[in-house]
């Protein structure tokens, strides 16, 4: 009696590496762009209702839908400035004068910043990225 084993080591796998090419996709508006190039104009066209409007309308003049190419996505201000200023002068509401909220930093003074709560939620806000500034947009990181 013959006791036969083969072995099939099977070293057929090849392994093909692919570079990977990182996309950096830096601010590229998401979609609802026109096909025809108007970038020469001033004048887009109305998302909503198709008449054309100034490109840096905030909106639409017949419709009055808000134009998304006008509206900055983030605020001008900063978050590190505007945390500095509210963890050290939170309770005089300097970082809501620093983000264009002037009649919520007069009331922040006069309530001495709720009376520390209310500086204290606005700190927290601000760290957390929910922080909008007076037009309500985000702050920059
Ligand atoms: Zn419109």
């Known amino acids: 009696m013959s006791d036969q084993s083969q072995y099939n ?12 090419q990182t996309d950096s996709a830096d601010q590229v508006p998401a979609g ?6 108007t970038n020469n104009t001033s004048m887009v066209y109305c998302n909503t209702c198709g008449k054309d ?6 909106s639409c003049p017949s419709c009055g839908a808000p134009n998304p ?8 201000k900063s978050m590190v400035p505007a945390a500095l200023l509210c963890f050290f002068f939170g ?15 007069i009331l922040m003074i006069l309530t ?15 760290i957390v990225g929910s922080f909008k500034d007076s037009e309500g947009l985000p702050l920059k990181r």
């Not at 190419?69 to 001008?76: I, N, R, T, V």
């Not at 500086?119 to 601000?126: E, K």
């Open 53 to 58: 409007m100034a490109r840096l309308a905030e």
């Open 69 to 76: 190419l006008a509206k900055p996505k983030q605020s001008e």
């Open 91 to 105: 309770a005089l509401g300097f970082h809501r004068f620093y983000v264009g909220k002037i009649i919520t930093g």
């Open 32 to 37: 609802q762009q026109s096909p025809s190039a």
């Open 9 to 20: 080591t099977d070293t057929g796998t090849d392994i093909q590496t692919q570079p990977v």
């Open 112 to 126: 001495f910043g709720g009376l520390g709560i209310w500086a204290l939620i606005d700190f927290v806000m601000i």
